[in-house]
C-alpha cells in the first residue's frame, strides 16, 4: 500500500456547531418516494453511551456482572447498571437533540437494538447488528428512504469479540444507490502506535485490514460508500512509530481508485460536546469514497453539542452527533 497527503480537496469547508439550548441482504424498505426526490440526504454518526431502553434495562441491572466477574456479552457491568439507567427526561432530551439534528440516516453506536433507538428517533426505520450483546452498531433512517439492511460485517468484530459492523444500502438497485458502514472500533489506542505492545492497539491493529477489505471491495465494485461511526482513533493526528503506516494512510490509500478517501472532519476545528470535556480531538468521523466525496455539499459539516443545562441535568451521552450533507442525484454517481 502507498502512503499519500490527501486534503478535503474542498469537499466540506466550513464549522457550523449547533447548540440546542435548554454478504446476504435482509428485508427490502421502500416506502412512497417520489423516484426525483431526495436531491441532498443528511448523514450523520453518534455514539449513544449505553442506551438500553428502560424494560430492558431494569432486568439487566437486576443480573448484572460486579466488578473483576468473568466477562459474560449479553449482561451488564455493575458499575455501568448504576450510572446509565436513564429517566424518562433522559430520553426525551437526547429525542430533541435528534430532532435538532434533523438527519435523513444516523450511524450508531453503544445502543441495545431497536426498542431503545426508537425513544430517541421514533418514526425512524432501523438495522442493527445481530450480535448477542447489550451494545450494538446500527443505523436509524428516516420513512420514505428506500434502504436494505445487509448481514452484518462480523469479521471486524474478531469472533465477537469486539463489534460487529452493520452495513446499509440506501436505494438500493437505483442510480443513486450507496453503501454505508457504521463501526464502532476497539478503545484504548487512539493516538499510539499500532505497534504499541497492549491488547487494545493489537485488536485495532487486526481490525485495520479487515475494514480496508471491506473499503476494497466496495471501491472494486465502483460503489459510492462511507465508514461512519466511532473510530477510537485520532485519524488526523496518530503518532506512528518510524517505518510504520498509519490507520489512515493505510485506509486512503487511492487503490482501487475509488477508496482515494475523504475524511469529513479534515480541516474542521475541534469542539468538544460539552464545556469542561478534555477532548482534543474527533474520533467520530464521516469517512466517504471519492464519488460519494465529491457530492459532499460545501460548508455542510457540522457538530451538535449539547448545553451545559442539559449536560448536567441529563445523562446525555459522551459523544455528540457529527453530521454532513450530500448530493444523491444519479448525475453524481462515479463513472
Keep these: 500500500m502507498r502512503h499519500r497527503a490527501q486534503g478535503l480537496a474542498g469537499a466540506v469547508a466550513a464549522l457550523a456547531s449547533v447548540v440546542f439550548g435548554g454478504g446476504g441482504l435482509a428485508s427490502a424498505h421502500s416506502g412512497a418516494v417520489d423516484a426525483a426526490q431526495p436531491k441532498q440526504l443528511t448523514l450523520a454518526t453518534w ?21 473483576h466477574a468473568p466477562y459474560e456479552p449479553d449482561r451488564l457491568p455493575c458499575d455501568v447498571a448504576n450510572r446509565f439507567e436513564r429517566s424518562s427526561r433522559d430520553f426525551a432530551a437526547l429525542a430533541r437533540y435528534a430532532r435538532t439534528l434533523d438527519a435523513d440516516v444516523i450511524a450508531l453506536q453503544e445502543v441495545n437494538g431497536e426498542r431503545a433507538a426508537r425513544l430517541v428517533f421514533p418514526g425512524y426505520r432501523f ?3 445481530k450480535r448477542k450483546h447489550v451494545q450494538n452498531n446500527g443505523f436509524a433512517i428516516r420513512p420514505g428512504l428506500p ?33 454505508l458502514l457504521s463501526v464502532h472500533l476497539k478503545s484504548g489506542c487512539s493516538r499510539k502506535s499500532l505497534s504499541a505492545p497492549d491488547k487494545a492497539c493489537r485488536e485495532l491493529a487486526r481490525q485495520l485490514p479487515l475494514l480496508e477489505s471491506w473499503i476494497d471491495a466496495q471501491a472494486r465494485a465502483g460503489r459510492r460508500f462511507a465508514v461512519l461511526g466511532d473510530f477510537n ?13 498509519g490507520f489512515w494512510a493505510a485506509l486512503d490509500d487511492g487503490d482501487p481508485p475509488e477508496a482515494d478517501l475523504v475524511n469529513a472532519a479534515e480541516g474542521q476545528p475541534f469542539r468538544n460536546c460539552v464545556r469542561g470535556q478534555s477532548y ?31 449536560a448536567r441535568r441529563t445523562r446525555l451521552s459522551d459523544h455528540c ?15
Design 47 to 67: 455514539n449513544l453511551e449505553w442506551l438500553i431502553a428502560p424494560e430492558d434495562f431494569k432486568p439487566l441491572k437486576s443480573r448484572c456482572l460486579p466488578r
Design 127 to 129: 438495522c442493527f447488528s
Design 321 to 335: 452527533p457529527v453530521a454532513i450533507q450530500v448530493r444523491v442525484g444519479a448525475d453524481t454517481a462515479p463513472r
Design 280 to 310: 482534543t480531538s474527533y474520533i467520530d468521523y464521516i469517512v466517504l469514497s471519492r464519488g460519494l466525496g465529491a457530492a459532499v455539499v460545501p460548508g455542510s459539516f457540522r457538530r451538535v453539542t449539547y448545553s451545559p443545562t442539559d
Design 147 to 179: 434502504y436494505r439492511c445487509a448481514e452484518d460485517v462480523k469479521t471486524l468484530s474478531l469472533r465477537d469479540s469486539v463489534r460487529r459492523g452493520t452495513e446499509v444500502i440506501l436505494f438500493p438497485g437505483d442510480a443513486r444507490e450507496m453503501r
Design 233 to 245: 482513533r485520532d485519524l488526523l493526528g496518530e503518532r506512528r512509530a518510524p517505518g510504520e503506516e
